[in-house]
DNA sequence: GTCTATACACAGATAGAC
DNA sequence: GTCTATCTGTGTATAGAC
């Protein structure tokens, strides 16, 4: 059995927000290290203690801003003054405002990846393999909220490479529920004339809204696990059988 | 019995798109008129059927290019461009940018809350009330699908009364399906120990999912009434008794 | 009522001092 | 590596001709 393969991610996040928050601090820290090496043509600012901290802020500074006004609309003057860096530090960590975008979207969906692929992996049943599935996607969309939202508004601005790789990464989230419907049919886990795409996309609907609507769960009071265990809830009493 | 009211714009919508389109239509030029005279003070250019044609096509092009860059990105010559108007021709339509933005606003909200009203008076059971709630928000959203684009893209932009309204707007809607399932409870039509508030809002999700997807169900064919109905199903199914 | 030409503010980006 | 000063393009909005 795979029981003592202890070091897997996804063994801490299945109850627990807590405990998924803290280690995923430590994933993102190794994130902006790596995007460095990544990004080492365009990045002018050697690779430090310090560089690494100031990137961090510059992408959650410019997160934060954009959030509230778009990232069209945030100007540079803006980001310096609130990163306390000057224009011209700025542009030695990026070229221009366009690749700071590409940095931005590299940082967390590198995240989201990392995250998403453990969570199935030792989950058998189907009921598990939605239950670990669903819980491990509201918890990094609730560490990373302000990327969740950022990316997820933004998106129709992007061209090219960038907006493929979204589109991309939407419908492969939804194939991997798609998947855990289509194989609890084969199982017998499942009813058999369920429309599995279409529930995949609602099932995806859902976990959306806890970061788009962010403001309204935090007003109720609802934590992440609650959260998720009623999404589960509604979609496994559909597609169950029996 | 109301039968007899055969006025009533919600004998229309409940099990066919089409009829529903066609209504809305003249809804919709009834709005734009309307819009002249709640704005008399702000729009230079008289009420005529050339200037009624105008300020629609300059709505629909602006909602279209924002909808692409977002409405800060719109620029006014783009908009001039696009809706063939000089841009002088454009400002005696609104006084400025961000009375555009209101006076969409103010489009698109009129037409949504005369569906919703409409859309719960003749049902009795939690069953049709919910049914017939769900297609008339799927089937105004998809008559409005721009519209409603957006609103929801943009809302964070807003500002004061705007964003109030927006947000409010929102809860409305949230609270007119808790209100539904309360109901049912009450009736014992429904599972008594149902979170009804936070089922309201996934509910909403799921139909929000409809515009802010559109290109999704649309490469898959799927139609407004398949949509509305499986989102029907899996929340009746999971609330209702025995 | 609609046009063209233009005023003036502010955006992104860069050069060169330190 | 970070700063300030500045270049150049584009934005919103308006004035005045037709």
């Given amino acids: 059995m795979k029981a ?3 070091d ?5 996040f299945i109850d627990n927000y807590n405990n998924f928050r803290k280690s995923i601090k430590i994933i993102l820290d190794d994130i902006v290290t790596k995007l460095y090496d990544d990004n080492k043509q365009l990045i002018k600012v050697k ?3 310090q560089s690494i901290h100031n990137l961090k802020r510059i992408i959650n500074t410019a997160i934060s801003i954009s959030n509230k006004k778009g990232y069209s609309a945030m100007s540079m003057r803006e980001l310096s003054h609130a990163s306390s860096l000057s224009i011209g530090a700025l542009y030695s960590y990026f070229p221009s405002k366009d690749e700071l975008l590409h940095i931005i979207q590299q940082y967390g969906r590198a995240a989201v990846e990392k ?6 992996s030792n989950a058998l049943s189907t009921k598990d393999k939605l239950y670990n599935f669903i819980h491990a996607h509201i918890f990094i ?6 990327w969740f939202y950022f990316s997820y508004m933004e998106t129709r601005y992007f ?5 493929n790789k979204t589109i991309e990464s939407e419908l492969f989230t939804e194939s991997l529920i798609d998947s855990i419907i289509k194989d609890g049919i084969k199982k017998s886990e499942c009813k058999s004339n369920l ?3 279409l529930i995949a996309s609602v099932t995806k609907a859902m976990m959306q809204d806890w970061y788009l609507k962010r403001w309204k769960y935090k007003r109720r009071n609802i934590i992440p696990e609650e959260y998720a265990l009623e999404c589960f ?3 496994y009493n559909y597609i169950h059988q029996g």
Same sequence: chains 1, 2.
């Fill in 233 to 235: 809830n509604i979609i």
């Fill in 115 to 120: 995250t998403l692929s453990g969570a199935l």
């Fill in 159 to 163: 061209t090219g490479v960038e907006y």
């Fill in 4 to 6: 003592e393969k202890s």
């Fill in 8 to 12: 897997n991610i996804d063994e801490l």
């Fill in 141 to 146: 969309s609730e560490a990373l909220k302000d």
């Fill in 195 to 197: 429309n599995s795409s």
């Fill in 47 to 49: 690779k430090s203690d």
